[in-house]
């Protein structure tokens, strides 16, 4: 039946990346799969990861060859066919069927899916296994894993090594394989995210048990906080790098020692200082990482219960979805945000802000799956907002007025393949009525017109736009994905050799590095 075939594979893709953004960990999705699909241990695991028989067999063969490991002094030799013996071990017969597992190759198809030998064992595997075994791996799991190295991230994430390289030595590996603890110690999970170098001290921060190194005084906090915030508006992430891991390490040990009765204005901080780590780890292409702190921004808002802070966790929640191209749930969370607001839209100008920048971004969800009247319905719904704020409005919350809806209907229009309404409305846009500072708002702006002179064949005047959005926010336009896109679609059309734009492009890729893409 390769209908139903197929659709199961889709169902489990779905769920799979729905809990991904959501910064669920491989074991929080094999056990979710184990539950909704009825898998045996082994073979969720193998499913959270996405991996097909094949593809498993060949990352347990590799990361053998790789590291010398196998009983006898050779490599294993996994195949497809194998490895599924070894899935549906004991069965459900009475009398054991399949391959039984042993305490070695469990060991090894541990430290490939990123779990501990236990997680990949049920009571039907107790049950059958000799009692040797389970000694053995009762009492040599620490020890096993201690010894064997943790998988790099090409054979975590992706790609395989090619035969006979050289193991990646520290600081010279494109991607930096991160083992850090998730909040729940009881837990004792060990969650492998793979990010840039760059993001290496905030994913130490967001990842750790959090515990108090620094007793800094919450008005402290709150202070750091909104100067990284306003860092971020002015697009400058290596200067936010190097001062969020310290400040969210301290807000995350002192909300562990004040507990459940913390102070009001404590967790706002700490729900904004999961956002500015959201905010950066997306600008840097790390989905996974956004995604984890989104979701913790989301949890200590909703613990609240107040609708304008958890109109701002949603809010880059459905920014993190919209980055990862997961366009559906981006716009139900910033819809059902933006409802919760609705009967208190009015009580501040936050308010009114955060309500519009919530249907704005629902607007561009719905542009980006190609749903027209819905996303321009949205965006009218918004203007609401920006005609009751007259001017920009900008805080820790939300940026949004008449200025900044003008610049979501350029992206709207060019999300749609609508050069000239592209065009028109960026030209609407007052350069004066956006404050100075902020450049990242500017540049989206830049990038929208950009964008839309693409769509109408204007290649000079679209390259004139991507270098005044870099002089604007080099940070931003050098590690953007639509920036890279644009620019590298434009040099592969131009006859015409464009020196500043080739010039961008090199700064976009960086030492050694290939031009990055929009994912």
Known sequence: MPYARTSLRAEHRA?????????????????????????????????????????????????????????????????????????????????????????????????????????LLDVADYEHLPAADRLILDKTTHTAHSRLAAPSAALVGGAQPSAGAAPARNGRASQLSLTAARDAPAAGTAVPVNVPPPLAALAAALLAVPRVTDRAQPRRLSDQATQLWRLRQQARYRKIADHLPRALACARGLEAEQGPGRQLAAQATLAHLYNAASSLAKSLGSFELAGIAADRAVKVADATGDPLLGGAAAYR???????????????????????????????????????????????????????????????????????????????LFSIFGPANWLIHAVNVAADLGDAGEAIRRAGQVQPRSLPPFLAERRTFLLLGRARGHCLRGDAASAAAALLDAEQAAPEEVRTNPDACALVAGLLAGSPVRNEPLRGLAARMRGPGQPARTSP
């Open 15 to 119: 769920l799979r990346e729905r809990m991904r953004v959501l910064g669920m960990s491989h074991r929080q999705i094999a056990v979710e799969f184990a539950r909704c699909f009825s898998l045996r241990p082994r073979a969720a695991w193998r499913h959270a990861h996405g991996w097909s028989l094949k593809e498993a067999a060949e990352r347990i063969n590799a990361y053998a060859a790789h590291n010398g490991l196998s009983p006898d002094g050779n490599t294993v030799a996994m195949t497809g066919a194998h490895l599924c013996e070894y899935e549906s071990w004991p069965g459900y017969r009475p009398e054991p069927a399949g391959r039984r597992p042993t305490p070695y190759l469990l060991s090894l198809l541990a430290v490939v899916y990123g779990a501990t030998v236990h997680d």
């Open 317 to 395: 929640l459905a920014n993190v979805l919209l980055s990862a191209r997961q366009f559906t749930p981006a716009r139900a969370v910033a819809v059902g945000a933006a409802d919760r607001l609705r009967p208190v839209m009015t009580a501040s100008r936050s308010h009114t802000a955060m309500w519009g920048a919530l249907l704005a971004t629902a607007a561009l969800a719905a542009a980006r799956a190609h749903a027209a009247a819905e996303a321009w319905e949205l965006l009218g719904a918004s203007r609401v907002a920006g005609d009751l704020l007259v001017a920009e409005h900008a805080d």
